[in-house]
């Protein structure tokens, strides 16, 4: 049995509302166990009883940090000293840091580099260095499904830009079948936008967020589902391409026309010949410069 992850919580209550305890705790849980939950303050204060209410419903255990210089976060301070005592007790796999304090970047570096996996949570106003130092980052204000997405200043990635990526990790990690598995490329895509998240644009699933773009296509095998990019109808130099290259590895005895044609649909599942007004794939093939169909062999011809 898989090893479940064990993580840290540690709020910043000087730069978080208490509205969204449960939503941080619901969505820590989505990567593991937490084995600590503490929440930083100067619990003198007046402005802090939602969060006292918060820390004992949710068994959150306060820790008291008092203010001693006007102006300065001492908040801060009491977060990164407990966060690098966890980090060398070596009871936790990896931390979530829920502030929306620029301050913690670099905690987050650290702890990344000491191969700790990190879970930033924040509001939207959070500054862009601390959502990127962390391995994934989620905006508290998403998670609580609020309708706040229109800030332009929000840091959410834009779809052109995700979709250009998207295509880009896939010509990068295909396999031979120009390829990738949903969850690899769900991580990769993660690993270069670590505050993406598919419910910033209102859905649940990667699988139903990747299926507005286009210019991918997917292939379900058995329980994965597989990711490429879609054959545009006007890509012929493409199958040509992907024809030569299965027929050249045969050598000049040719290759079987039948299983050509499986060939290539397995590499480009979307091939249809009628996409290209032919009924039969012999006709589409000899009707390519560069082959010839002898005894149901298709060969090259060489200049």
Same mark, same amino acid.
């Given at each position: ?55 004992? =419903? ?12 006007? #102006? ?40 990344? =580099? ?66 990738? !598995? ?8 993660? !690993? ?9 644009? #209102? ?55 039948? =299983? ?35 005894? !149901? ?7």
């Amino acid at each position: 049995m898989e090893k479940e992850m064990r993580y840290a919580v540690l709020i910043d209550a000087d730069n978080v509302a208490a509205k969204y305890t449960s939503y941080i705790l619901d969505e820590v849980s989505n990567y593991g166990v937490v084995t600590y939950k503490r929440v930083y303050s100067d619990w003198t204060r007046p402005n802090t009883m939602s969060w006292k209410a918060m820390a004992l =419903e949710n068994a959150i255990t306060p820790i008291q940090q008092y203010s001693y210089t006007t #102006g300065k976060n001492a908040t801060d301070s009491a977060m990164i000293i407990d966060a690098m005592d966890i980090l060398y007790s070596r009871n936790v796999d990896g931390f979530c840091i829920v502030s929306s304090d620029s301050d913690f970047t670099r905690l987050a570096i650290r702890l990344r =580099e000491s191969g700790m996996h990190v879970i930033g949570m924040g509001e939207q106003k959070t500054p862009k260095p601390f959502s990127t130092a962390c391995n994934a980052f989620k905006y508290l204000e998403i998670l609580a499904d609020e309708e706040l997405r229109n800030n332009a200043d929000s840091g959410i990635v834009d779809l052109k830009t995700l979709e250009e990526a998207v295509i880009r990790i896939i010509s990068e990690n295909a396999n031979a079948q120009d390829e990738i !598995n949903i969850g690899e490329l769900g991580s990769r895509l993660l !690993n270069r936008y670590p505050d993406f998240d598919v419910r910033n644009y #209102g859905y649940s699933k990667l699988s139903q967020f990747l299926k507005k773009f286009d210019s991918l296509s997917f292939r379900q095998v058995g329980s994965s589902i597989l990711v490429s990019q879609k054959l545009d109808a006007t890509d012929l130099q493409r199958i040509q391409n992907v024809l030569e290259v299965i027929v050249r590895s045969a050598g000049a005895k040719g290759y079987n026309l039948g =299983e050509l044609k499986k060939q290539l649909c397995t590499k480009v599942p979307d091939f249809n010949v009628k996409t290209y007004g032919y009924s039969k794939f012999s006709r589409f093939v000899e009707n390519l410069s560069g082959f010839n169909i002898r005894n !149901n062999m298709v060969m090259i011809s060489e200049k």
